[in-house]
């Protein structure tokens, strides 16, 4: 009697223990869950910032392609304008150059009294093409 009552302390204890173990084991289960839950909810955040941060990578890339196309509409607009600009002054430079023009430069000078050297410099004639003009419109 003695060793089942010793038996059935042992298995009672052992019961006892397993009923323990039992216990922890679905406290650190249910805590394993709670941390499991937490992962998940935390890796559902980060999914929802990846997509947020490639919608505004693909927004950002659209409006760079945008300014780049606008960029290379700007460039052609100001290089057709650079050519435009090139060839009035060309037809200036080429204006400036004439002989007409080049003469009444010469008489409106000299009527306001500016010396041949003066008229030369300006024209960028020399002075005895200056006064060669000069004469042959007070002949005129």
Known sequence: MQLSLLALILVTV???M????LL?????????????????????KLLARLHFNAEL?????????????ELRQLDMRLEKRADDLRKLV???EGISRSPHFLREIIMNGHRKGRSVEQLARSTRLSTDEV???LGNAGKG
């Open 57 to 69: 990578e693909q927004e950002l890339v659209e409006s760079f392609s945008q300014r780049q196309e």
């Open 90 to 92: 060309e037809q200036a």
């Open 24 to 44: 922890i084991f679905f406290f650190r289960l249910r805590r394993s869950e709670n941390v499991l839950s937490q992962l998940q909810a935390n890796h559902e």
């Open 131 to 133: 006064e060669l003009i």
């Open 18 to 21: 397993l009923l323990v173990l």
């Open 14 to 16: 052992a019961e006892l």
